[in-house]
């Protein structure tokens, strides 16, 4: 369920005098005025993957950087959807749903920025012991699938190179809202998860499960996802901004790098409806995935890129040919 953010600033001054009274006021305008609104838009509800996020607002890292940054969540249509609009300067997106825009008739005005994650930590989870721990293991089982062509042809991909029949996969809806329950329930045996948030719940909650990721079947599905997007005309107009976010950005995720309990505490102060011990456990895990061995958070890695996207024009998956090095840019973070 998703739930809008609302951003409270409470402002409290002791009123010595008339003059300090004024002083106060004019110097608290003077201040706003020097600070430049941004809105980012989340691509769900608030978890880990955005803890860096909500460091820097509450670490002050933007206020510093002269930014008076607002967190929305997403419309219906998407995260992609606003930033390109230009109602966001920034937003959250994954290199693979980034397809069908990123050219042709259909391109829309966003930039992949950032990698939020270094590695894609997306995988198949299942009930441990019933031999799904290789993609070959899904034959004959039920799988809850979005029905998405990349989707589906990744798994096809892990299946078949496993040595598997993907025709024997039962491909049923998704009506996932709670990975434990679903498996618990045994309504499906195998669940598309990124492990980071649904497969340490599923440790936190007990339930022993197999599990293998993409990444490690086909190195060309170690994409990037999620990662941060720009508005380009933003990006072209102000690039120092975009710049000062996002050198702002980072240092929250570096925080979280550092010391993951108290990012943690912050994410769960940001949004008290969430579980800490999932956050908690949640955060020690992401913590050396958020830069991996990347030399810098944030840096994307042009051969990981277009390797990937190297895959959707070779399988006919992108209708227009998606050239190289399309979609993202590292020269906005730190130098």
């Not at 409470?10 to 106060?24: E, K």
């Not at 990698?115 to 012991?129: E, M």
């Not at 690039?239 to 994410?267: H, M, N, R, S, V």
Request: glycine residues 8%; charged residues 25%.
């Amino acid at each position: 369920m998703k739930k809008k953010i609302t951003a409270l600033f409470l402002c409290a001054g002791m009123m010595l005098s008339m003059t300090a009274c004024g002083n106060q006021a004019e110097d608290k305008k003077t201040e706003d005025d020097k600070q430049e609104k941004i809105t980012f838009v989340l691509d769900w509800t608030p978890n880990t993957n955005h803890t860096g996020l909500y460091v820097a607002q509450a670490q002050g890292y933007f206020e510093k950087a002269g930014l008076e940054v607002e967190i929305v969540q997403p419309p219906e249509d998407g995260a992609d959807a606003l930033v390109a609009s230009g109602k966001a300067q920034f937003g959250v997106s994954f290199q693979d749903s980034m397809a069908p825009g990123v050219t042709g008739e259909n391109a829309l005005p966003t930039t992949a920025v950032a990698a939020l994650v270094q590695h894609n930590t997306s995988g198949i989870i299942s009930r441990k012991g019933e031999g799904l721990d290789t993609p070959k293991g899904m034959e004959g089982k039920k799988y809850a699938t979005w029905d998405g062509p990349i989707e589906k042809a990744m798994i096809e991909n892990v299946v078949e190179q496993d040595g598997g029949d993907f025709s024997k996969v039962e491909m049923i809806p998704s009506t996932v809202t709670d990975e434990v329950s679903a498996l618990e329930s045994k309504s499906v045996d195998a669940i598309w998860v990124f492990y980071a948030w649904a497969g340490i719940a599923t440790e936190v909650a007990g339930l022993d499960t197999d599990y293998f990721a993409f990444k490690d079947i086909n190195p060309t599905f170690d994409y990037y996802t999620p990662v941060v997007i720009a508005n380009n005309t933003f990006l072209e107009e102000e690039p120092d901004t975009a710049k000062a976010f996002l050198k702002a950005l980072g240092k929250g995720y570096e925080f979280a790098i550092e010391d993951p309990e108290k990012a943690a505490e912050i994410l769960c102060e940001a949004s008290p409806e969430l579980d800490p011990e999932l956050v908690k456990a949640s955060q020690e895990y992401l913590k050396d995935q958020y830069q991996a061995e990347a030399e810098q958070w944030g840096y994307i890695d042009p051969k990981r890129w277009n390797a990937f996207y190297q895959w959707l024009n070779e399988t006919g998956l992108s209708e227009t040919e998606i050239p190289e090095n399309a979609g993202f840019s590292n020269e906005y973070l730190p130098e």
